[in-house]
């Protein structure tokens, strides 16, 4: 696993709950290590295991540790190059669910190496969509669903979305696009507003 994805896990611990918090579960994992380098590459059991640990000091369902990262993953400062990189794949919020097969290929033009999972879309019925994601590691799933929740409120829609469980090697989740115009969205430039000519 590319160790751009366990980096960011670490920044969202460190963020969103403490610096303490991070080292406790690095003295615990005992793997010789106290954190994560960006462009390594590490065992995805490492990270699984991490997860874990770290789920266990907060008092946390793992699921609901990978959903909140993933929604960090858009709302956060330090992750506005993740958030631009999931915008550029459309106008509307279906427009985005549309782009999501085609994400691994936008992201390699960045990272060549990053290894990101497969995503099938299937649409149900108007509105109702089903998305299979490549198991990358165990609750990739509920990581998604942070995602696509953040990026729902990103465009302005109005989204149910449910963790349906695995199919194959996939996790399946359901998605119901209400409406795309439930409130305002937040603003996005395709280019980085914080880089200017002069700098």
């Known amino acids: 696993m590319h160790g751009l994805i366990s980096r960011s896990f670490e920044g969202f611990i460190k963020a969103a709950y403490s610096e303490d918090t991070w080292r406790q579960a690095m003295r615990r994992l005992d793997a010789g290590i106290d954190g994560f380098e960006a462009m390594f590459r590490y065992d995805k059991a ?80 108007e509105g109702r969509f089903e998305l299979e994601c490549a198991l990358a590691f165990d609750g990739i799933g509920h990581l998604l669903m942070g995602l696509l929740r953040a990026l729902a409120d990103d465009y302005g829609a109005l989204v149910f979305l449910d963790h349906i469980g695995r199919r194959d090697a996939a996790e399946v989740l359901s998605i119901l696009l209400v409406t795309e115009d439930f409130a305002d969205g937040r603003d996005f430039h395709l280019a980085d507003v914080s880089i200017s000519v002069g700098d």
Not at 66 to 78: I, K, N, Q
Not at 86 to 113: C, I, K
């Open 46 to 125: 490492l990270l699984e295991r991490v997860v874990d640990l770290c789920a266990e000091l907060l008092d946390k369902e793992r699921e609901v540790l990978l959903e909140d990262f993933g929604t960090f993953l858009v709302v956060s400062e330090a992750s506005a190059r993740v958030r631009r990189l999931l915008r550029f794949g459309g106008v509307d919020f279906e427009d985005f669910l549309h782009s999501l097969e085609d994400l691994s290929g936008r992201a390699a033009l960045a990272v060549p190496d990053l290894d990101l999972p497969d995503m099938c879309l299937v649409e149900r019925e």
